[in-house]
């Protein structure tokens, strides 16, 4: 059954969740088929791109719309050569099936006339267990995966996959790793045993991304994955999420050593959602962490400093740019302050250029 929106009045979702987890940690606690292929926007083809970049979107919700909105009228300044998802792309719980009707409601809809390609990753609430946003539920995922097949827009042909451009070049300008971290992030343990933290499915995942990173030429990689690295929002910094460090789950500790193992160093740029706010942080060791999941929801302020940070804003909905040549990396911070997507404008917060 689905639960709606407004099923949890009195509680927030992070007050929820953790509770939940306080409960989990007390008690110890196949893909889809598509119906119909169907001709996807084309990937770019040169090296220079605009790339849009939204996270914790799928609500369906009048901001939604709104930051879609001011998107779609930022990109008959700026155009758009590709777009990013990173994550919670269908709130509360995810999908029942691959052809759901909120993958119109929370995707198509607010975003069409946004024509290009929308590399997409999975959220915790795409992949609701026993509770919404759980990120136990890995089989609901699977329905977002099969979605690949039913949209122009959509492209996740895999829990995790990379995709070099311009393709056809033998050193791309950039490549984007996307991630499945859900599985060494959930607020609750995972019930399947192949998607347990020290599972098959993260071994492979793992070993993937590390051949992957080695073997690639671009000149920018990127990682796309919902649960941040480092974060001044209120979650905090994996391997302490909401003040939690033993958990093999809620704490993040495992992705926080996926990422310090294989990511951070090799990498240029992490993208990640999780946290309803839009932060550009400082790098580490090279590679700069970006937050990005402000689209639909916002902290109201809220926050949690503990690292170095260039920009950052917890109380007013946005979505970021990234204009790529093989020279820079130009990172640009908009907000949105109105929630009527008839009148929605971005207004211009922030930019800052990552130079080889």
């Known amino acids: 059954m689905r639960i709606d929106n407004d099923s949890f009045p009195s509680l927030g979702r992070r007050e929820l969740l953790v509770g ?46 709104a930051v879609a909105a001011a998107a779609r009228r ?17 709130y509360l719980d995810g999908a029942e099936s691959s052809d759901d009707d909120e993958f119109q409601t929370k995707f198509e809809l607010p975003n069409a006339g946004i024509d290009v390609p929308w590399l997409m990753i999975l959220g915790n609430h795409d992949t609701s267990g026993l509770m919404p946003g759980g990120g136990d539920g890995p089989e609901r ?15 996740m042909p895999h829990r995790y996959y990379s995709v070099p451009l311009p393709s056809a070049a033998p050193a791309p300008v950039v ?32 070993a993937w991304l590390d051949a992957r990173l080695s ?35 809620a704490s993040g500790k495992h992705l926080k050593e996926l990422y310090e193992q294989l990511v951070v160093g090799r990498a240029d740029l992490i993208l990640s959602g999780h946290d309803h706010c839009s932060q550009v942080l400082a790098p580490v060791q090279g590679t700069q962490q970006i937050v990005c999941g402000a689209a639909a929801h916002t902290e109201g302020g809220q926050s949690k400093i503990t690292n170095e940070y260039y920009w950052q804003d917890f109380g ?7 204009g790529i ?32």
């Open 20 to 65: 939940a987890v306080a409960t989990a940690l007390g008690a110890g606690l196949v893909p889809a088929t598509a119906s119909a292929a169907v001709r996807k926007f084309p990937m770019p083809t040169n090296g220079d791109l605009t790339v849009l970049v939204t996270g914790d979107a799928g609500t369906g919700e009048p901001p939604q719309y």
């Open 215 to 249: 073997e690639s030429r671009a000149r920018w990689k990127i990682v796309m994955a919902h649960h941040p690295y480092i974060n001044n929002g209120p979650y905090g910094n994996a391997g302490e999420y909401n003040g939690i460090t033993q958990d093999d789950y």
């Open 141 to 155: 995922g699977d329905f977002e995966v099969a979605y690949h097949e039913n949209s122009s827009r959509w492209y």
């Open 316 to 322: 007013r909905h946005g979505f970021m740019t990234l």
């Open 175 to 206: 490549e984007f790793f996307a991630l499945d971290t859900n599985p060494v992030a959930s607020f609750l343990p995972q019930r399947n045993p192949y998607y347990a933290w020290d599972g098959s499915f993260m071994q492979e995942q793992r």
């Open 325 to 356: 040549s093989a020279e820079s990396v130009v990172i640009d911070a908009y907000l949105v302050e109105s929630t009527d997507p008839a009148t929605a404008m971005a207004t211009h917060a922030f930019s800052h250029t990552i130079r080889g």
């Open 74 to 90: 930022l990109a008959q300044e700026k155009g758009y050569s590709l777009a990013l998802g990173l994550g919670d792309n269908l």
